[in-house]
């Protein structure tokens, strides 16, 4: 009885080495893997309040969720949805699978209250994005002029 234990261990650890191995690179990948890019912050034109923009790239193949940020330059960032011209502030935002989630001005972004500093053109922000499946990803955020558009838009 005793040496059936280790052999049933054995079978058990085999299985599930096998069972892991089938979501591997034959079938795709079922992760997120998430890229940001297109990142900015125009001059705040308030001492106290700033906004945020940029566009995370999800690569693999389930999506996440944006679910906080935070940022050592205010007291608190919240994530900020705009539908039909009408802004609120929500808890998550999906990153879909092989998709984007894109943050630009007049839609999607980042609020930054509560500042603890003015941030000036030509500096960078530090910001980490938290989501609820991935890892944080920090962000060095360049402050643009207030007026700054992208060129190719995000």
Same mark, same amino acid.
Do not use: W
């Given at each position: =009885?005793?040496?059936?234990?280790?052999?049933?261990? #054995?079978?058990?650890? *085999?299985?599930?080495?096998?069972?892991? +191995?089938? !979501?591997?690179?034959?079938? !795709?990948?079922?992760?997120?893997? #998430?890229?940001?890019?297109?990142?900015?912050? /125009?001059?705040?034109?308030?001492?106290?309040?700033?906004?945020?923009? #940029?566009?995370?790239?999800?690569?693999?193949?389930?999506?996440?969720? *944006?679910?906080?940020?935070?940022?050592?330059?205010?007291?608190?960032?919240?994530?900020?949805?705009?539908?039909? !011209?009408?802004?609120?502030?929500?808890?998550?935002?999906?990153? /879909?699978?092989? +998709?984007? *989630?894109?943050?630009?001005? !007049?839609?999607?972004?980042? =609020?930054?209250?509560? *500042?603890?500093?003015?941030?000036?053109?030509?500096?960078?922000?530090?910001?980490? #994005?938290?989501?609820?499946?991935?890892?944080?990803?920090?962000?060095?955020?360049?402050?643009?002029?207030?007026?700054?558009?992208?060129?190719?838009?995000?």
């Amino acid at each position: =009885m005793r040496r059936t234990a280790p052999a049933a261990l #054995l079978a058990v650890a *085999l299985a599930a080495g096998l069972l892991a +191995g089938c !979501g591997g690179s034959g079938s !795709g990948d079922v992760n997120a893997r #998430l890229a940001v890019s297109s990142a900015y912050m /125009p001059q705040p034109v308030s001492a106290s309040m700033a906004a945020g923009f #940029l566009t995370i790239v999800n690569d693999g193949g389930a999506k996440d969720e *944006l679910t906080s940020v935070t940022s050592d330059i205010a007291g608190d960032v919240t994530v900020h949805e705009t539908v039909g !011209g009408a802004m609120r502030e929500v808890q998550r935002l999906t990153v /879909p699978a092989h +998709g984007r *989630l894109v943050l630009a001005s !007049g839609g999607n972004h980042l =609020m930054f209250e509560d *500042l603890k500093r003015r941030p000036r053109q030509g500096q960078t922000v530090a910001v980490e #994005l938290h989501f609820a499946a991935s890892g944080p990803v920090t962000v060095e955020m360049p402050v643009k002029p207030a007026t700054y558009t992208p060129a190719t838009g995000h």
